[in-house]
């Protein structure tokens, strides 16, 4: 963990060994074999026995390990600020694993750590137990269909994996998106950010002990999910922003409900504040924890509010504004000390922030399509269905056989909630992808953890884990 700022037993796996053939010629146990029942502990010296048959032990946390590992491990690879007797008994110090159970590690993430007493001295985050080969899939499916299976990916932000999806697949087209599809967009995107953010306020007081604050934060995201549902059908994975606009228009009286999110989300903002921000337990937890520089931040690929935390001032709906996003007046805002503490400023500003894009995006709504007129990735309007033979195989043609996208290869990138969301699409002229591939802000922010817990103390672990706001399925993929 890097300097503090101003303001102040592994589980065990049962081996299975294959019988050797004179054993089974013989009906009996080869004796170079161990016992089926024999264990290994995690953290431990694996025996040849399972070195030889498995490379599971690779991801382990061992001793003798090259000093360059040891280095991201300890958090030293930008600044050597790690503070250990190098005289110090090994007896002293254990090993142990913090996850892959959900509750607290946000997700099935599993660290494994090295103490030394209460202090952690290294850390190796060990991902890959939420496994779903999104980015294979994709190669399976139709580029209409794409957004459904990128949208469960990043779960708390599925809008804006729709949205990158949907940016990358255009730029191949060459279409040209209607202006009110870009202002729903934006809309949708931001309430999204909303939403995340305040589920993230609430798991983050929850962890530290502010229970008040599980609730109060979901009252307000339930508001904002019951907005999604009434646009979208569903709260959740909406597959709603799709190649060439969105799904369908907004609904009528929605400027009302967008009107009312924005006076009690407001109110919401407010009274965390009133809970948090001077409340001496949240402050002690928060200030000084789970510090990361801005050096460590550029070197490590860290984005969205863990940079900006740490002084950062880099979003990219101002360097390279996508949708129609730079029509609308909003700041960026950041910290400077990197920590736990700063990292919850940044993110309540933010709520706000996107609560005056919202507002403006509600007071300049353009008339017009809501997708794209080109016939070639959009179907025909419901009604010329129903009178005309040719408009239904058309509307059959797009939605099995999907449409060809011209061949070539693309990189699109997004601010998500939890920062710089990319993805790489190849096209070789077909109707599905040849290859996507997904740079996660989350995947970015895991492999950071050693720099931020390191030297830092046990009961300080999940305060620091939980403001990263990792998603897992968003790092496994």
Not at 266 to 280: A, F, M, R, S
Not at 382 to 402: C, D, P, W, Y
Request: hydrophobic share 40%; proline share 6%; glycine share 8%.
């Amino acid at each position: 963990m890097s300097e503090t700022p101003d303001h102040t037993t592994g589980p065990v796996q049962t081996s299975i060994t294959e019988l050797s053939e004179d054993a089974l010629v013989s009906g009996g146990v080869d004796e170079e074999q161990p016992d089926l029942h024999d264990v290994w502990i995690s953290g431990t010296e694996e025996p040849a026995w399972i070195t030889d048959a498995t490379d599971e032990g690779a991801q382990e946390i061992l001793s003798d390990l090259s000093d360059s590992a040891l280095a991201v491990q300890r958090g030293t690879v930008i600044s050597d600020d790690y503070v250990i007797d190098d005289t110090a008994d090994e007896e002293e110090r254990q090993i142990i694993n913090l996850g892959p159970q959900h509750p607290s590690t946000h997700g099935v993430l599993r660290l494994q750590l090295e103490l030394e007493g209460e202090t952690i001295r290294r850390v190796k985050p060990i991902i890959g137990y939420l496994h779903t080969g999104m980015e294979k899939t994709a190669e399976s499916l139709t580029f209409l269909q794409g957004a459904t299976n990128v949208t469960r990916m990043d779960y708390l932000a599925p809008f804006h994996n729709e949205l990158c999806y949907s940016l990358a697949v255009e730029q191949l087209l060459g279409v040209e998106i209607p202006p009110r599809a870009q202002a729903i967009r934006v809309l949708m995107s931001e309430l999204n950010r909303i939403s995340s953010h305040l589920l993230w306020l609430a798991t983050q007081g929850m962890d530290i002990g502010a229970i008040s604050m599980m609730l109060y934060g979901w009252r307000e995201r339930e508001a904002v999910l019951s907005f999604f549902e009434q646009v979208t059908g569903l709260r959740m994975n909406h597959d709603y922003i799709r190649p060439g606009g969105v799904a369908a228009d907004l609904p009528d009286g929605w400027e009302e409900e967008v009107a009312d999110l924005l006076v009690a989300i407001p109110e919401g903002v407010d009274e965390y504040e009133e809970i948090l921000n001077e409340n001496p337990i949240f402050i002690d937890r928060t200030q000084g924890v789970g510090v990361i520089t801005r050096e460590e931040c550029l070197a490590f690929g860290v984005s969205g509010p863990i940079a900006r935390a740490s002084g950062v001032d880099w979003d990219l709906r101002k360097a390279f504004p996508y949708s129609g996003i730079d029509r609308y007046t909003f700041e960026v805002p950041t910290g400077t000390h990197g920590d736990v503490w700063d990292r919850y400023l940044v993110r309540m500003e933010e709520i706000r922030q996107s609560l005056g894009i919202v507002s403006q995006v509600l007071e300049s709504m353009p008339p017009g399509d809501y997708r794209t007129e080109d016939r070639k990735v959009t179907p025909p309007p419901r009604q010329r269905i129903n009178e005309s033979m040719e408009a239904l195989i058309h509307h059959f043609k797009v939605f099995t056989e999907g449409f060809k996208v011209p061949e070539g290869e693309v990189w699109q990138s997004v601010e998500s909630p939890r920062g710089e969301l990319g993805m790489y699409l190849v096209s070789k002229g077909e109707a599905k992808p040849w290859r996507l591939h997904v740079r996660a802000p989350s995947f970015a922010a895991v492999q950071a953890l050693p720099m931020m817990l390191t030297d830092s103390l046990v009961a300080d672990m999940i305060a620091t884990l939980a403001s990263t706001d990792p998603v897992l399925g968003d790092v496994d993929r």
